[in-house]
């Protein structure tokens, strides 16, 4: 399933409410469900459908309650696995707003559900109060195959009246949405007349617009990015327009109308700065535009797609030009300041050698419009002397042609260098008529015969300005296992791929919470086998804390609460570097204890006299308790005597003052209702209404008692429950609260002088739906393996006795102390050596051996025959599978100048191959988001510089080798060609940096 992503916005639909619920139909069971919402997960993407944004923490846990997966399949059904309501507000940066965050991605971080699995699990579980359903549209990408995605971010866009243009506001609308939309929209923003006539202009800066005269046309296909400033105008009463074209229409591009205001002359310009940083574009990003479209003039004749690109004249050298970010697009940017400083491809588009070549019948093609699309921006970066131009209609271009670039997600520059190199070759291609060629294996013949007949069969079918630049040749060797058949293939290649090698451990940040009630939390940092388990984060924690392995239990804790209680055989690359590890001291479980997980949890009013809910608050805990006869005041005392750190026992006049522990439930019509209550006497403990702070009694039947408390407990009566719909009505089966008392034969103390810091609520796993029937026998609690309980605290109570600053307080261990060892530094030479490495074929990628006439798991070497003028170096620092995406951050040494790839090369024949840097594509962060940026060697002036979005810098070689490198660009030293020809260009070779100087930042 596809999803497109972007900006933040808020959670609801652009435009269209979701349908109202059906009414709360019985539960089917566990199987049911498993089975309608499998089947309906399966649903075909079709334009114009609803799907609905669930955070696939709570869908995981979902998942797990109905079994839904079969190799997870314990405790189905169970009343702790329960996930309670919908709760989305992972995937919210902000809980008032819900604006969702950025870069979220698809499976990882959210699930997508079609309307009608949506309408079944709110019916079965409801959704938390006040979240709205995350809605969200299908689209329809692509122009000659049709792409459907679910559009998971919708574009932000400011509007307002031409003659009140403070007033802006902000709405967000489907990149499928058309102009025509978007002004009906304003219209009935801004209250205009049904029968008033209205234009709608683009507004880039304080005196340049654009008219957007094509109603028909999507968002998509008029450009409009992040942040776009929209002016609506109102025809005057006397027939003209209060913004009338100052020049007349360009005829190289009849669809947009660009006005600017009388103040400034036509040669004149004026710019805002850009906001966009870190490749987010959170708020609208500026432009720089020259307010003339007579651009081609100062070009030297130059006018092909003159308006399409906007930039400001300044006395910045060729070359020197930023590139916009227009929402997440620094991706792109990156790839093609490296792509425009590989001087041969942009002089032969400077010098227009192009156009004789552009091939528009190609039907692996796009008609000669990436090229000519490539041609125009690097013009505007080359010939404009702009400080920055918008590369609006490239990134359009794009777009249509390749889908998965036409969001605002962030994308990876090297496989839109990928795309972009293979489309500028397509569209250039001076072959018109492909032949058949049959692939012939080498059949024993000599490397230097096969390699020429793979070449030249190559360039019968691709010969272009990318082949001559960018194309080398692979050796592929394959020997079967079995009859030792060895195959011999050689194919082209247009950048090589190489990977990293792998640390075999990884470090991990850890917090020991030891059972110690006065230790603090401790924070570890621990070195463990990359592909390890729990079992042996466990001993590395332990040969530092003391703790034997064996009293330890690892968890994930997520909003306050535990996401996961990891087994001792689970591995470790379920654990990702930004999940908060928490790993507690306790006994080992028997049939006499068990370890039970405590959730801390606020009482909120929800309304002027309505019910309570609760809100999950602090660090959960795991507790060692007898798995049989608990008694309520013990859990009590053990809990308070736990959390006495942090939680203040201010002294009764009375120390007589008994703490009353109240067991509540969700459903009254069980057998111990929540209008019943334990009252758990615990010595010493005093009650703080010493400190004159009204606090709630808590009594059996929920009333006030001796003057000294303002309020009812407030949680009888099924009033206490979790931050959901799951209000229960009051004794359904109309039990008087005497007999729920004498059913569940409490023993309750004294009523007049019983005060509590909080009560308990037996919960499901997540904390956010209470469990019931309440399991209390008398006053002894009857506890299953996965019985969860919060302790719910009155907002007064926890404001005075809960000390929230200590509470969060943790020390460092000397492992956190102690210098990190530095980042082990890899020779770009190893890499290539890793490459080039043979290596057995998986199971699950065999190869057909001819003779034995079977898959066969083959063993396979890579070498380098033949490279190119450029080299394109891609550094493989991402990788992903169903549970683990991780960027390797090892630092690569490579050399800038004097890269020697002759030793590679395995034509014996070959001559040096000397290689010196041009380019760097840089990545900065992690998955799924981060920003590009680059470095490019100028060809004018033989200076290095940083190309970060608009903004462009001077630099110096020894900032360029750092740990961000993602892709390199090498060109071969002219006079340096193969001693022979060679139907491709040479490759270059072992890194000799020593001098070099690395940045490890």
Not at 430 to 444: F, N, S, T
Not at 557 to 585: A, P, S, T
Request: glycine content about 6%; proline content about 5%; hydrophobic content about 30%.
């Amino acid at each position: 399933m596809m999803a497109e992503g972007g900006g933040p916005e808020s959670g609801s639909a652009a435009d269209s409410d979701s349908e109202p619920v059906a009414a709360q139909m019985p539960t089917p069971s566990t199987e049911n469900q498993k089975q309608t919402i499998g089947s309906l997960l399966k649903t075909t993407l079709r334009k114009g459908d609803e799907w609905y944004l669930i955070d696939s923490r709570w869908f995981k846990q979902w998942k797990k309650y109905v079994g839904f997966d079969s190799w997870d399949m314990y405790n189905v059904g169970e009343q702790s696995l329960y996930p309670g309501p919908i709760d989305n507000s992972g995937l919210f940066s902000d809980q008032e707003t819900q604006a969702l965050k950025e870069h979220l991605i698809d499976e990882l971080d959210y699930v997508l559900v079609p309307t009608e699995a949506w309408n079944k699990l709110v019916n079965w579980y409801s959704c938390m109060e006040g979240q709205r359903p995350i809605v969200r549209k299908v689209v329809e990408h692509g122009m000659f195959v049709k792409h459907c995605k679910v559009e998971v971010y919708l574009l932000e866009l400011n509007l307002c009246e031409n003659d009140n243009m403070e007033n802006v506001v902000t709405r967000h609308f489907s990149k499928a949405d058309t102009i025509d939309t978007i002004e009906k929209d304003m219209r009935t923003l801004f209250d205009i007349p049904s029968e008033k006539e209205t234009r709608l202009w683009n507004k880039y800066m304080s005196n340049t617009y654009e008219q957007l005269n094509k109603p028909d046309s999507t968002v998509q296909d008029a450009g409009l990015f992040q942040g776009q400033v929209l002016v609506i105008e109102r025809k005057n009463e006397d027939g003209t327009w209060p913004r009338q074209a100052s020049h007349p229409k360009s005829s190289m591009t009849p669809s947009r109308n660009f006005t600017t205001s009388p103040k400034l002359s036509s040669n004149s310009s004026a710019s805002i700065s850009s906001t966009v940083t870190n490749g987010d574009s959170s708020c609208s990003p500026g432009y720089t535009l020259n307010n003339s479209i007579s651009s081609g003039n100062r070009l030297g004749g130059y006018n092909s797609y003159n308006s399409s690109y906007n930039y400001r004249e300044s006395q910045s050298q060729p070359g020197q030009c930023g590139l916009s970010n227009l929402g997440n697009t620094c991706f792109m940017n990156s790839a093609l300041q490296c792509l425009s400083n590989a001087s041969p491809l942009t002089e032969y588009f400077l010098n227009d050698q192009y156009e004789a070549e552009i091939n528009r019948e190609n039907p692996l093609g796009m008609r000669g419009e990436i090229a000519e699309a490539y041609a125009d921006l690097v013009k505007q970066m080359w010939l404009s002397r702009s400080n920055y131009v918008a590369p609006r209609t490239f990134k359009t271009q794009v777009g249509r042609f390749a889908p998965q670039f036409s969001g605002y997600q962030q994308q990876d520059s090297q496989e839109l260098l990928a795309f972009l190199l293979d489309g500028l070759h397509e569209d250039l291609n001076r072959v018109k008529k492909k032949p058949y060629l049959a692939l012939r294996d080498a059949e024993g013949r000599p490397d230097e015969i096969v390699a020429t007949e793979a070449w030249t069969n190559h360039r019968l079918r691709n010969d272009s300005i990318i082949v001559d630049i960018f194309h080398g040749l692979f050796k592929s060797t394959l020997v079967c296992p079995e009859c030792s058949k060895v195959s011999v293939t050689f194919d082209p290649f247009c950048y090589l791929t190489l990977p990293l090698p792998m640390k075999k451990d990884r470090t991990m940040e850890v917090f020991l919470v030891r059972s110690d009630p006065q230790s603090r939390p401790t924070q570890y940092r621990v070195v463990v086998p990359k592909l390890g388990t729990v079992a042996d984060l466990c001993s590395a924690l332990s040969r530092l804390c003391g703790i034997p392995p064996e009293n330890m239990v690892v968890a994930d804790v997520y909003n306050h609460r535990f996401h996961k209680i990891y087994r001792r055989d689970d591995g470790l690359n379920q654990i990702m570097e930004k999940d908060d590890i928490f790993v507690y001291e306790v006994q080992e479980e028997d049939s006499e204890r068990m370890n039970l997980p405590v959730y801390f949890r606020e009482r909120h009013s929800k309304h002027a006299g309505g019910s309570t809910g609760t809100m999950l608050f602090g660090q959960p805990l795991l507790i060692t308790m007898p798995r049989h006869n608990l008694i309520a005041d013990v859990l009590y005392e053990k809990i308070l005597e736990r959390i006495g750190r942090y939680v203040k026992q201010s002294q009764s006049p009375s120390s007589e003052s008994r703490a009353s522990a109240t067991f509540v439930g969700c459903n009254q019509a069980a057998e111990c209702s929540t209008s019943s209550s334990l009252n758990a006497s615990v010595g010493g403990c005093g009650s703080p209404l010493s400190d004159g702070v009204s606090c709630s009694a808590s009594s059996s039947n929920g009333s006030n008692h001796s003057g000294t408390c303002n309020e009812a407990n407030g949680l009888y009566e099924g009033e206490e429950e979790a931050m959901d719909h799951q209000v229960s009505p009051e004794l359904e089966n109309g039990q008087s609260e005497e007999e729920e008392e004498e059913n569940c034969d409490l023993q309750n103390g004294p009523k007049g002088d019983s005060a509590k810091l909080f009560t308990f609520s037996m919960v499901n796993s997540y904390g956010t739906a209470n469990i019931s029937p309440l399991p209390c026998e008398g006053n002894v609690l009857k506890l299953n393996p996965h019985s969860t309980v919060a302790i719910d605290w009155d907002s007064d109570s926890k404001k005075l006795c809960y000390d929230e600053q200590e509470a969060e307080a943790y020390e460092k261990h000397e492992s956190m102390l102690q210098p990190q060892k530095k980042k082990a530094t890899v020779a770009l030479r190893e890499c290539i050596e890793l490459f080039t490495t043979m290596e057995t074929l998986g199971e699950h990628d065999p190869w057909y051996c001819p003779t034995c006439k079977k898959h066969q798991q083959a063993t396979k070497k890579f070498d380098l025959w033949s490279l190119p003028r450029i080299l394109v170096v891609h550094l493989k620092r991402f990788s992903y599978n169903r549970c683990w995406r991780d960027k390797l951050d090892t630092v690569v040494d490579f050399p800038i100048r004097d890269l020697n790839m002759s030793e590679f090369v395995c034509d014996p024949e070959a001559g040096p191959y000397i290689y010196d840097l041009i380019a760097v594509s840089n990545h900065y962060g992690g998955m799924g988001g981060g920003h590009y940026t680059a470095y490019g060697k100028n060809k004018v002036d033989g200076k290095w510089y940083y190309f970060d979005d608009s903004s462009v810098s001077s630099a110096t070689e020894d900032q360029i080798v750092t740990k961000a490198a993602y892709v390199l660009f090498y060109q071969r030293r002219d006079g340096e060609a193969p001693s022979k020809p060679q139907p491709s260009a040479s490759l270059g070779g072992a890194p000799d940096a020593a001098d070099d100087h690395m940045d490890t930042n």
